[in-house]
């Protein structure tokens, strides 16, 4: 038996949510330093989205190329509250939020044993980037706060 694509293209959504996340909070940042941080950071969540699509196209399902819904209204919803609060510490309070969200959402999906030892492995190597990156998001927040 294996894992519902379904999952599978929840994370790539989800995924795409973080890398807009990652430019949005660029956008908001004041600091150039931080700037680029974020824009690297968002250019590496792409190519992650591109290697999860690519799994999706391998099991014979079409690329994600939107985010989610709820990735949508927040991205609304923190580019209101930006307006209010353009600085480093907003911007980087909003990554370490959404970084926590989908570490979490890669966990849950690891747990499903029903997965092809492809797709499993595809989202293990997504595990360690997306771990990488809520390392880096716990760094700036550290660094910002």
Request: hydrophobic share 35%.
């Amino acid at each position: 038996m294996t894992a519902d694509t379904s999952q599978l293209k929840s994370l790539v959504k989800t995924t795409i949510d973080s890398a807009e996340g990652y430019r949005q909070a660029a956008d908001n940042a004041e600091s150039n330093a931080l700037k680029q941080v974020l824009n690297d950071a968002a250019a590496k969540r792409r190519q992650l989205v591109d290697m999860l699509n690519g799994e999706l196209q391998r099991l014979g399902e079409d690329r994600q190329e939107d985010g989610s819904v709820a990735g949508s209204i927040h991205h609304t919803w923190v580019s209101i509250t930006s307006a209010f609060a353009d600085n480093d510490e907003a911007a980087v309070d909003r990554v370490e939020e959404g970084e926590d969200y989908l570490k979490g959402q890669f966990e849950d999906a690891l747990k499903d044993q029903g997965w092809q030892p492809e797709t499993r492995n595809v989202l293990q190597r997504a595990y360690g980037e997306v771990s990488e990156g809520e390392r880096l998001a716990d760094r700036l927040k550290q660094a910002y706060d």
